[in-house]
């Protein structure tokens, strides 16, 4: 997902200059006369679903000093958002990989072990490449660079291959406008995974999926469980006051892709999707910040809307990420109260509705440097 967007404008030039990042530690350094209020004890919490990942962040929503959520307004806003369509998205698998599902699921979750930060945090230029007569960008370049590594011969979805590859080769792959951002970072992930598959599965995303239970959770035993057990690069967890706070945000997207876009084909099924959350990234922030279900402390509104870098596991980042996964499945819950039994939803579903709607705002969204969003 995009770090940042090229064309974002300053809104806040006039905010109080207190807030600052930490030299040590990376925290913001605030003023608790100016943080949002500390929740009630009469918290809400939404009804359990058999998702791990809300389920971890009670802790969070408890205790958090620079963010709110606005439970009157979610409910004000289910009130008009109930009468969307909602539909179920169908996320299309990339240049009819769907014909073969195992290529298919390969495909996904190696494209999916990098899919991270694509603009440049200083220049705000965005990573893209030509492929097939078009000009890709984001995610997307991404995407064409390793269709186009496939074409070539380059065998960029086998374990063996992503233990060992190179810079010079990781360069070639994926050249572009620029180097692609995170170069590094990338790099060490496709290692990591690779080593994984290559000593487990036989080098295959594919073997590893069937050699789970069609569920996201199993008591250990689901695809998530199992993912972020042993690839550690998908383990997208955060410690707060102690306790572990699950987001699991690349995890659940690659199975989401794999389930939406392989549906017709029946090739993956998944028996609890339900049990999904919202995928905790740089947009769902920006939409319910606009649509003021959620709202930041004047020191963290400050550093969101002058571009300031949030550190990765900050409280800050983690109150960002954490109140978006709360807020959603609250949302969620509300709309559901005013459908009929054949037009309920799920998470995921008004995810894709926020998503598509505001990853093009012009307004600013937190930025944070890390290869899990």
């Not at 806003?77 to 299309?92: K, T």
């Not at 084909?265 to 003021?292: E, H, Q, W």
């Amino acid at each position: 997902m995009d770090p940042n967007h090229p064309t974002r404008r300053r809104f806040v030039a006039g905010i109080s200059s207190s807030v600052m990042l930490a030299s040590a530690g990376g925290r913001l350094l605030r003023n608790v006369e100016t943080s949002v209020p500390a929740a009630n004890p009469g918290l809400r919490w939404p009804k359990p679903i058999g998702s791990p990942v809300i389920e971890s962040l009670r802790p969070v929503i408890e205790h958090s000093i620079d963010v709110a959520t606005n439970v009157d307004k979610i409910v004000e806003v289910a009130g008009w958002m109930a009468y969307e369509e909602l539909p179920m998205p169908h996320m299309s698998v990339p240049y009819g990989l769907d014909k073969n599902p195992p290529v298919a699921m390969d495909f996904i979750m190696v494209a999916t072990s990098i899919n991270s930060a694509f603009t440049d945090f200083k220049t705000h230029v965005k990573f893209e490449v030509e492929y097939e007569g078009q000009l890709r960008s984001d995610s997307d370049a991404m995407v064409a660079c390793l269709k186009r590594a496939m074409d070539s011969g380059v065998p960029i979805l086998d374990g063996k291959f992503l233990a060992g590859i190179t810079r010079p080769q990781f360069e070639k792959i994926f050249a572009g406008n620029m180097e692609i951002p995170m170069l590094e970072e990338k790099l060490q992930c496709f290692h990591e995974v690779g080593q994984v598959l290559a000593e487990r599965y036989d080098g295959r995303f594919y073997n590893f999926i069937k050699s789970c239970p069609p569920k996201l959770y199993a008591n250990g035993e689901g695809l998530v469980d199992r993912l972020v057990k042993e690839f550690p690069r998908f383990n997208d967890a955060s410690s707060f006051e102690g306790r572990e706070i699950k987001f699991y945000k690349l995890a659940q997207l690659g199975f989401w892709g794999m389930y939406s876009g392989l549906l017709s084909t029946g090739a993956f099924p998944l028996d609890d999707i339900s049990k999904m959350s919202a995928f905790a990234d740089y947009i769902i922030p920006v939409a319910l910040r606009l649509m003021g279900i959620t709202r930041y402390s004047p020191a963290l509104e400050k550093a969101v809307d002058s571009f300031q870098l949030i550190p990765r596991d900050s409280t800050q980042e983690i109150e960002i990420r954490a109140h978006s996964l709360y807020a959603t499945a609250l949302l969620t819950e509300e709309i559901n109260k005013m459908r009929g039994a054949g037009q309920q939803i799920i998470i995921p579903q008004l995810d894709a509705r926020l998503w598509s709607h505001y990853h093009t705002t012009l307004w600013p969204h937190h930025l944070t440097r890390t290869i899990m969003y």
